[in-house]
Structures are given as structure tokens and as C-alpha cells.
Antibody
Framework: EVQLVESGGGLVQPGGSLRLSCAASGFTFNNYWMTWVRQAPGKGLEWVANIKKDGSETFYVDSVQGRFTISRDNAENSLYLHMNTLRVDDTAVYYC????????WGPGTLVTVTS | SYEVTQPPSVSVSPGQTATITCSGDTLGEKYVCWYQQKPGQSPVLVIYRDTKRPSGIPERFSGSNSGNTATLTISGAQAMDEADYYCQAWGSGLWVFGGGTKLTVL
């Protein structure tokens, strides 16, 4: 059974940093692209970033380009999102999802940016 | 930047057919996926690559994509189908979600 479990969310001040992790199991991790998607409270889904199977290429939504970094450790079956210079409008539940078609999702982790 | 547009809400009577549209410039040239999200839950993929249905998704869910419009059709809608539905377009380094459509079955 495919399982994705995010962790690392929490409360942070504007301008701060946070690292999210996603532990994957139940499938061959290095055979899949991986994706981060976020959802602000009461709002719709927003694609944030994704990364190729071997980590050789990454893609970002314009609003996080230069502030967020997606990475992966295929030996540890883990996906990461390093978030710097956080803003109030980054407040959201952050989901990791498998592949570009997002065929499996984790339960999400809440990031709250507030002073 | 590329955008796709969905109607905010759609209503359907139980057993009838629900149609949710997703519009974008030359959307038919991109892949479209559809996701169902119920309150308090993570999204679930219901259609990928325009028309394909993942295992475990009921046959009443179908998709199409041509020109500037992609469509999710739920034939014989049931109360359990009441949820938010999001289209997503991707291709050539682009991934974008529509704003979501709240489907009410009543």
C-alpha cells in the first residue's frame, strides 16, 4: 500500500524558515516524480513544486521560486521542501503527492506563518 | 501565466448526470487530471491524462478534453459524490489547478 506521511509543519514568524519532510513507503520511490501541493485555509489547491525521479530537475510555481527548494533522498525514500523567507500568504496545509498525476497524497502538514 | 477556470458550483439531483467544466487556452493540447476532495480529507485522483480512470474509481466518472475545455462527467451522481472537484493541467513544465467546483447532490 502506498503511504506518504508529511511532517515538519508548525508555527513560524514571517521571514523565518522551515523544512518539510515526506516519508514514502509501499512503492519504489526512485521510479516516480514527486510533487508538493498546498492549500490555504478555506481555499483551493495550488501546485508548489515537483522533482524528477533522480532529482536532476525541479520546477516551481512563480510565487515560491527562489525561496523554496524541493529535494529528495532516494536512499531514504524521502522528499523535502526547504522553505525560506516565509510570508503570511504561505500559510497552508502542505501535501506531498506521488508522480505528476498526483495519484497518491499524504494527509498534509499545516504551516502557519504569523507574527 | 497559464490559468484554468472552473465554475464555483454545480448542482445535480441524485441519479442524474453532473458535468463540471475546466477551461483554458488550448487546454486540449495539455494533459488534464481531476481530483475529488471531501471536507477534512486529502484529494483523490479520479481522472488522469484526460480520460483515464485509476483503479478503484467508479465507472460513473469519465473525462474528456478538446479545444479549450476539459469536462468531468459523473453519470448517475450519488450522494457520496458531493465534494469539491479540481481540474489540473500539466505539460511542458507547467502545472496549474483550477479554482475548484463544489458539487452538490440534492
Amino acid at each position: 500500500e502506498v503511504q506518504l506521511v508529511e511532517s515538519g509543519g508548525g508555527l513560524v514568524q514571517p521571514g523565518g524558515s522551515l523544512r518539510l519532510s515526506c516519508a514514502a513507503s509501499g512503492f519504489t520511490f526512485n521510479n516516480y516524480w514527486m510533487t508538493w501541493v498546498r492549500q490555504a485555509p478555506g481555499k483551493g489547491l495550488e501546485w508548489v513544486a515537483n522533482i524528477k525521479k533522480d532529482g536532476s530537475e525541479t520546477f516551481y510555481v512563480d510565487s515560491v521560486q527562489g525561496r523554496f527548494t524541493i529535494s529528495r533522498d532516494n536512499a531514504e525514500n524521502s522528499l523535502y521542501l526547504h522553505m525560506n523567507t516565509l510570508r503570511v500568504d504561505d500559510t497552508a496545509v502542505y501535501y506531498c503527492a506521488r508522480d505528476r498525476i498526483l495519484d497518491s497524497w499524504g494527509p498534509g502538514t499545516l504551516v502557519t506563518v504569523t507574527s | 501565466s497559464y490559468e484554468v477556470t472552473q465554475p464555483p458550483s454545480v448542482s445535480v439531483s441524485p441519479g442524474q448526470t453532473a458535468t463540471i467544466t475546466c477551461s483554458g487556452d488550448t487546454l486540449g493540447e495539455k494533459y488534464v487530471c481531476w481530483y475529488q476532495q471531501k471536507p477534512g480529507q486529502s484529494p483523490v485522483l479520479v481522472i488522469y491524462r484526460d480520460t483515464k480512470r485509476p483503479s478503484g474509481i467508479p465507472e460513473r466518472f469519465s473525462g474528456s478534453n478538446s479545444g479549450n475545455t476539459a469536462t468531468l462527467t459523473i453519470s448517475g451522481a450519488q450522494a457520496m459524490d458531493e465534494a469539491d472537484y479540481y481540474c489540473q493541467a500539466w505539460g511542458s513544465g507547467l502545472w496549474v489547478f483550477g479554482g475548484g467546483t463544489k458539487l452538490t447532490v440534492l
